[in-house]
């Protein structure tokens, strides 16, 4: 009997470390998670995945998925423009310690409220002209933009580039995720 | 003996994985786009818990693997009807014609001033900038009657983010 226990640990721990290394040893898949309370009462889950062939050539997948699973909102870009910006044609190595803290600091997202937006005063051409120093954008029109932002709505704001982020709401009209403002350079 | 028991499901239970996804399809095509003898590869890739639930990913990439371009959506809300109900076989038939861009050149972009069913963040000197150096285009479905459009700078060996716009009426409204 303790043979064929011994046995069963044994085929268990060799299962155990074939799922956990499906790749070659120079791919980079790597992941991190977070819970947030945004959309509604149950928590969201969000995500973080890194997959390249190696780390310096991972792509970086941000995704924010509701209690049953439903994903609410997706972003893709590249590690190097996420950490360095612009692009390299010879990029530096990353070591998949780097790629975890950047996934692990990507899900530390900031929920706070649409109203913490600059105001876009009657008058003035565009969100970016209403704000001196960072530049804000949006593809709402004023009046929208307005409506939401002193509705004092849930806000989700995540990183979109080394000096970007886009702000997320929940349209209170279709109950589905909307990108009020995006700033940053 | 039962602790030893114990300790077998506690094993089986660790190598559950951090994300357990039960609908992963990739695909991969190679295209043209950087050069006309370029061998740069799209991926796309669609992953979640349930084959309705899913998040797409289309990546291009150049031959030694530098991602040049990524973008994420979810699928359901982006592409509608194609993802209810839908199965491995329709999300793997559905990638392989989202894995097809349309490839094209700058100067066949619409002049300043843009229309509504076009968008862009880049500014009026950019834009007009990129449009008169004919650079390599490729676009992408980004929902349903809706493509993202990138160029291909050769100076800095990479791509950006051009426009959005409503899908060509001569073509179709989905992959």
Redesign the interface.
């Known amino acids: 009997m303790r043979v064929l226990i011994a046995g069963l640990l044994a085929v268990l721990a060799t299962a155990c470390s074939e799922q956990r290394e499906p790749r070659t040893a120079e791919s980079c898949a790597r992941t991190a998670t977070r819970q947030v309370t945004w959309s509604g009462q149950a928590p969201d889950t969000v995500t973080a995945r890194a997959d390249g062939p190696t780390c310096a050539q991972a792509v970086v997948t941000f995704t924010i998925r509701n209690a049953d699973g439903d994903p609410l909102w997706a972003f893709a870009s590249t590690h190097h423009d996420m950490i360095v910006g612009g692009y390299s044609t010879d990029p530096a190595a990353v070591s998949p310690e780097e790629v975890d803290r950047f996934l692990a600091s990507w899900v530390d997202v900031t929920v706070n409220s649409s109203a913490d937006l600059p105001a876009w005063p009657e008058g003035v051409e565009s969100l970016s002209a209403a704000v001196e120093g960072i530049s804000y954008f949006t593809e709402l029109d004023r009046e929208a933009y307005e409506m939401l932002r002193t509705r004092n709505l849930p806000q989700l704001c995540f990183a979109a580039s080394v000096s970007s982020s886009q702000c997320l709401i929940m349209d209170p009209l279709s109950n589905a995720p909307l990108m009020i403002a995006a700033y940053g350079s | 003996?039962r602790a030893?028991?114990f300790?077998?499901f506690a094993?089986?239970a660790?190598?559950a994985?951090?994300?357990q996804a039960s609908c992963e399809v990739r695909f991969d095509r190679e295209i043209a786009f950087t050069a006309p003898d370029a061998a740069d590869v799209v991926t796309v890739?669609a992953l979640?818990?349930?084959c309705e639930?899913?998040?797409?990913?289309?990546?291009l990439?150049d031959a030694g693997?530098?991602?040049l371009w990524?973008?994420?959506?979810?699928?359901?809300?982006a592409f509608g009807d194609a993802f209810a109900g839908a199965d491995r076989e329709a999300v793997r038939a559905f990638l392989e014609r989202w894995s097809q861009p349309t490839i094209a050149r700058t100067s066949e972009s619409p002049p300043w001033p843009l229309t509504d069913n076009l968008?862009t963040?880049l500014d009026q000197a950019t834009y007009e900038d990129i449009r008169a150096r004919d650079l390599p285009m490729l676009c992408h479905f980004s929902g349903t009657g809706r493509q993202a459009c990138v160029f291909w700078?050769p100076a800095?060996?990479?791509a950006g983010h051009y426009f959005d716009r409503d899908a060509p009426e001569a073509g179709s409204t989905t992959p």
């Open positions: 003996m030893i028991l300790a077998a094993m089986l660790a190598c994985p951090r994300e890739l979640g818990p349930s639930q899913l998040t797409g990913v289309f990546t990439s693997g530098d991602p990524a973008w994420a959506a979810p699928m359901r809300p968008v963040t700078e800095a060996a990479g």
